[in-house]
């Protein structure tokens, strides 16, 4: 499978945009970039994906580089419950879904 | 979407028996999975859980230790057999509801303790 890196923590303040990195240099033409995120005691939940156009949804915007080596997840205005372990996983899209989950960035909100 | 329901939601167990753990689907589903989630940890795939057939298993899970059932499309079973205390972790359901579509769902898991 297609590895993944990001950050293991970042901190951002309530009501401010976050931009949360990706490096995935050994990603395939056919690889969707994935983003779920895992509230505490919670199972993980789908946020967005993409494969080489920027994306967005009511939860979050996907950015994705020209060479698709790199990706960043956007929340355009960081609430509470938006404090998570947010995961960057590459998947080979419809057909694929056997999802390996790396380490992932935890996110602080602070008030 | 999809609602996945897991029971137990936890559970504490003596070290030697088993617990099997149950996923229910609101909805048919295509593909139902199951993770491990070791304390601090991030989820690892056991097997894909194959209707009437045998799971598929991943590399370092094997069918003995954690025998899976999926009778149907909107439900499957996971028994953890002769816990020890390294069995102790949360296990998560997670299911894809059709395959034109590239995103799963997954239950609220379930937390076992062995003792």
């Known amino acids: 499978d297609a590895k993944t890196t990001q950050p293991n923590s970042m901190e951002s303040n309530e009501e401010e945009p976050v931009h949360l990195p990706c490096n995935h240099s050994?990603?395939?033409?056919?690889?969707?970039i994935h983003w779920y995120r895992q509230l505490p005691s919670q199972g993980p939940e789908y946020v967005i994906h993409g494969l080489t156009s920027n994306v967005n949804n009511r939860m979050a915007s996907l950015a994705i580089a020209e060479d698709r080596k790199s990706s960043t997840l956007i929340l355009h205005r960081a609430t509470l419950r938006d404090a998570a372990v947010y995961y960057c996983?590459?998947?080979?899209?419809?057909?694929?879904?056997?999802?390996?989950f790396g380490k992932g960035t935890k996110l602080s909100v602070i008030p | 979407s999809a609602v996945i329901s897991q029971k137990p939601s936890r559970d504490i167990c003596q070290r030697g028996t088993s617990l099997t753990i149950q996923c229910q689907v609101d909805?048919?589903?295509?593909?139902m999975f199951w993770y491990r989630q070791q304390p601090g940890q991030s989820l690892t795939l056991i097997a894909t859980a194959n209707q009437g057939s045998e799971a598929t298993y991943e590399s370092g899970f094997v069918i003995d230790k954690f025998p899976i059932s999926r009778p149907n499309l909107t439900f499957s079973t996971l028994t953890v057999s002769n816990m020890s205390p390294e069995d102790s972790s949360i296990y998560l359901c997670?299911?894809?509801?059709?395959?034109?579509?590239?995103?799963?769902?997954f239950g609220q898991g379930t937390r076992l303790t062995v003792v």
């Open positions: 909805s048919q589903v295509t593909m």
């Open positions: 996983i590459l998947a080979g899209g419809a057909g694929s879904y056997q999802l390996t």
């Open positions: 050994t990603i395939s033409g056919t690889d969707y």
């Open positions: 997670s299911a894809v509801q059709s395959l034109g579509l590239t995103r799963a769902f």
